[in-house]
């Protein structure tokens, strides 16, 4: 099972600030990805990368960058956030086939 | 295209009743995997269960089964003698081959609760 972190777990913050939402893993996974998920909804994946300098964009689109400059390392951020941002942020990495998930970024755009 | 139906949003139960949870899939790929996951309410996932496109004996974990039948595209879930620590949302996710279309898509989820 993978170790994967996220940081911070829940944020509130104002409409227009710049944020990045943190996702670590110790497991030397290539593959990670975050998804977007309202609540009691399905999850929708926003960006994966499969490896250092790779990203793409997901199936939804999303108004947020990532970078994965380091194996370890795929942050997420939102240059200006917005009310219409709201919504759990899931990270997850993988080495085969199986994804493992952080504990999500709760975000709260006021 | 994928796609994953669980048809159930919600279903209630008591503890001690058996529940299975319903997941259809749809794909082209000959080689695909699925997986379910468990949302518990403080939100994040966790992984159950994978299953190979080419592997469709059933599973037994403890309590958990899952039955994978590919002449009907399904691939359901039974929790047998549910407790209330079971409450949760279940997702059945599908992903295409390694190296290929390794993407996981999910189910809309099966939001399950056990009362005591």
């Known amino acids: 099972e993978a170790d994967i972190y996220q940081t911070p777990r829940y944020l509130v913050i104002g409409t227009g600030k710049k944020i990045t939402l943190e996702c670590s893993q110790t497991?030397?996974?290539?593959?990670m990805y975050w998804y977007q998920q309202d609540p009691g909804m399905e999850l929708h994946l926003i960006h994966y990368s499969y490896g250092v300098n790779s990203t793409e964009k997901g199936d939804l689109s999303s108004e947020s960058t990532v970078s994965r400059i380091r194996t370890e390392h795929f942050p997420l951020t939102l240059e200006s956030a917005r009310p219409s941002h709201t919504s759990q942020y899931l990270c997850?990495?993988?080495?085969?086939?199986?994804?493992?998930f952080g504990p999500g970024t709760r975000l709260t755009v006021l | 295209a994928q796609k994953v139906t669980q048809a159930q949003t919600e279903i209630s139960v008591v503890e001690k009743e058996d529940v299975t949870l319903d997941c259809v899939y749809e794909t082209r790929d000959t080689t695909y995997y699925l997986f379910w996951y468990k949302q518990p309410p403080s939100g994040e996932l966790v992984f159950l269960i994978r299953r190979n496109s080419f592997d469709e004996q059933n599973e037994i974990s403890g309590r958990y089964s899952w039955n994978f039948q590919k002449s009907t595209s399904s691939f359901n879930f039974t929790i047998t003698a549910s407790q209330v620590v079971d409450s949760a949302v279940y997702f059945c996710?599908?992903?295409?081959?390694?190296?290929?279309?390794?993407?996981?898509?999910f189910g809309k989820g099966t939001k399950l609760t056990v009362n005591p």
């Open positions: 497991m030397g996974h290539d593959k």
């Open positions: 997850a990495s993988s080495e085969l086939v199986e994804q493992f």
């Open positions: 996710a599908l992903s295409g081959p390694q190296g290929g279309s390794e993407k996981l898509v």
